[in-house]
């Protein structure tokens, strides 16, 4: 008999919602994380009183009423609404695409107005039936709207043309003939109160958790450990890349301290002229209406990948979905390994979709007990 029922690799929301589960039905289970803290990226740092998410801007929404319950019940969440602004030189647009962002470019107020100007556009762009992600974005929005908020933006993000690129992108971004600048169409929408720390903090709790572990280095010894492993990381370094490496895209993140109590009136700001090197600048305390007598700051610079980066974006393009597919293959010749996760199943999860992946994947694993 093993010492432990479930080792878990990895303590971000999949991880960690998986522990929290199999715990709760009476399992035994261990996280590892080769980071020096728990909650993967969704972690907070406290900064001058001000909740700091290390990895990037965090803003759960969800639609499903029980997975809002069910977050909601290891910590409160506010009611801070995603409202970006986007930087085009000296211009300023609201986001997503909405009457107020028409109104900005062209100066009209009624949907038939903006939806005359966006089809004589895509008319004279030619296109009918969108190949890639910029015959999309300008099916859309049109030419003028494409070329000031979404061209520069993308091709920083992406590292390549934007008509190089999927359509599949461009859809997450919601377009909208009503003045409405909530940035997603879910019916729940908040942060934790006190930061992404208190949530993980609540699904760990009775977990035992060791930080600072690379699973990787002694994988046979931590795997005798447990009678099956979850596995969140990525698959083709768990395989050693022997089929070849998949492709994602990291940022650099500069986080600064600013002696003001405000920078620039909103959490998220989007700076889309390509020859700004950052793509969007975040003032954290905006998140939980602070006001603290300082700010923090982050500037996000999209980079290359390597392996030694942290992998924020996969890239799924037809190759590398290709390639994915042959490792999770591999993955499903291993009877005691269970994948999950961003990494692990090189998807571009909302943290309400990995909430979900995970909560299946435990329902799973107990019918089959």
């Known amino acids: 008999m093993k010492q432990y029922d479930y080792l878990i690799v990895g303590s971000g929301l999949f991880g960690a919602v998986f522990a929290h589960e199999l715990t709760k039905a009476g399992k035994k289970c261990l996280v590892i994380d080769k980071r020096s803290h728990s909650g993967g990226n969704v972690y907070c740092k406290k900064i001058e ?99 000031k908020l979404i061209r520069g933006y993308t091709e920083k993000q992406w590292g390549t043309k934007a008509n190089l690129l999927p359509a599949s992108i461009i859809t997450r971004i919601p377009v909208r003939f009503e003045f409405n600048n909530n940035y997603f169409n879910d019916l729940y929408q908040g942060i934790p109160k006190g930061g992404y720390n208190k949530l993980i903090e609540g699904l760990l709790k009775d977990v035992e958790i060791k930080l600072n572990i690379d699973y990787l280095i002694n994988e046979d010894d931590w795997n005798e450990l447990a009678d099956k492993v979850v596995y969140t990381g990525r698959l083709d370094e768990l395989f050693k890349y022997e089929l070849g490496v998949l492709a994602y895209r990291s940022i650099r993140f500069d986080h600064q301290i600013l002696d003001k109590d ?28 602070g006001t603290q007598e300082k700010t923090v700051v982050t500037y996000e610079y999209p980079t290359n990948w390597n392996k030694k980066a942290e992998p924020y974006y996969p890239i799924n393009d037809e190759t590398n979905n290709l390639l994915y597919s042959k490792y999770k293959a591999l993955a499903n010749l291993r009877p005691n390994l269970i994948i999950g996760g961003r990494l692990a199943e090189y998807k571009y999860y909302d943290m309400h979709q990995v909430i979900a992946s995970a909560l299946s994947k435990v329902k799973k694993c107990l019918a089959q007990v």
């Open 262 to 289: 405000n920078f620039q009136n909103n959490a998220v700001v989007n700076y889309t002229d390509v020859n700004v090197p950052y793509t969007r600048i975040l003032e954290h305390k905006h998140f939980e209406f």
């Open 49 to 147: 009183g001000i909740q700091v998410h290390q990895y990037g801007a965090h803003i759960f929404h969800t639609s499903d009423k029980g997975l809002w319950d069910y977050v909601n019940s290891f910590v409160e969440f506010n009611d801070f609404i995603n409202s970006p602004l986007a930087k085009y030189k000296d211009e300023t647009y609201h986001l997503p695409f909405n009457m107020h962002t028409f109104k900005e470019m062209w100066g009209v107020e009624k949907p038939e107005e903006a939806k005359a100007i966006i089809e004589q556009q895509v008319i004279m762009a030619g296109i009918t039936t969108p190949k890639n992600l910029e015959e999309k974005a300008i099916s859309m929005v049109g030419t003028e709207l494409y070329e």
